[in-house]
């Protein structure tokens, strides 16, 4: 009968050995698989963690990029406030506005950035410049007003005021249009951009009054050449 000769078949060794090593075997394969598997999935895990990171960076770096935008835009319509205003339009914005066209924005839009920007105090340097020189025209301006006004001698104190104004505005346009341009990564645009020397000294009131003194002497020798023309 059949089961009689399965039967003798079974009882050999050679029998059995095949089924073990059968069974070895498909043990191993078996192993084997589920170690690929595990790799695999450690591998697509690690992959699906990192574009997870690297998603959080890309949005980290496009607020950051908007935030710096913004406050880039704002120093380049500050540096601009005074470019289309003809001269009576310009000197009565220094005679009666007690700040610097711009300068609130300014001030504002640094307090802004801060909240996802890691800036130096180089935007709010120029903000005191700025605001620093204004005075110090309005101050000026008013030693030579009088009952008349030509244009000769309203062309010249334009002049001074320019003369004053014109490397803090250029300041304020360089570091606005490279904060325009940042991406979000890496570190902000900062004094690196412009240089250094645009700081007041406000804590020193002798050296103030010097800086003061200095900055009125360069308008008045801007606005005396001008109007001996």
Not at 223 to 229: E, G, L, P, Q, T
Request: contains cysteine.
């Amino acid at each position: 009968m059949w089961w009689s000769s399965l039967f003798a078949d079974i009882v050999k060794p050679s029998w059995a050995a095949g089924v073990v090593q059968s069974f070895i075997g498909a043990a191993l394969a078996f192993l084997g698989a589920l170690a690929l598997i595990r790799i695999q999935l450690r591998s697509d895990r690690r992959i699906a963690d990192n574009q997870i990171v690297a998603l959080a960076d890309d949005r980290t770096a496009e607020r950051r990029s908007k935030a710096a935008d913004y406050l880039g835009r704002t120093l380049i319509d500050a540096s601009r406030a005074m470019d289309d205003l003809t001269t009576p339009e310009y000197l009565r914005a220094v005679r009666e506005r007690t700040d610097a066209p711009g300068s609130v924005a300014i001030y504002d839009a640094d307090g802004d950035a801060r909240l996802l920007l890691d800036l130096d105090g180089t935007v709010l340097d120029l903000w005191r410049l700025l605001q620093n020189l204004w005075d110090v025209l309005r101050v000026n301006i008013g030693a030579h007003d009088g009952p008349r006004r030509d244009m000769r001698s309203e062309s010249a104190l334009e002049a001074g005021c320019e003369k004053l104004l014109q490397p803090v505005q250029a300041a304020l346009k360089t570091l606005g249009g490279a904060l325009v341009r940042w991406d979000g990564t890496g570190a902000v645009p900062s004094r690196e951009r412009i240089g250094d020397g645009w700081q007041v000294p406000l804590k020193n009131a002798t050296e103030f009054k010097k800086w003061q003194a200095e900055k009125a002497a360069e308008f008045e020798s801007e606005r005396a050449r001008v109007y001996s023309r």
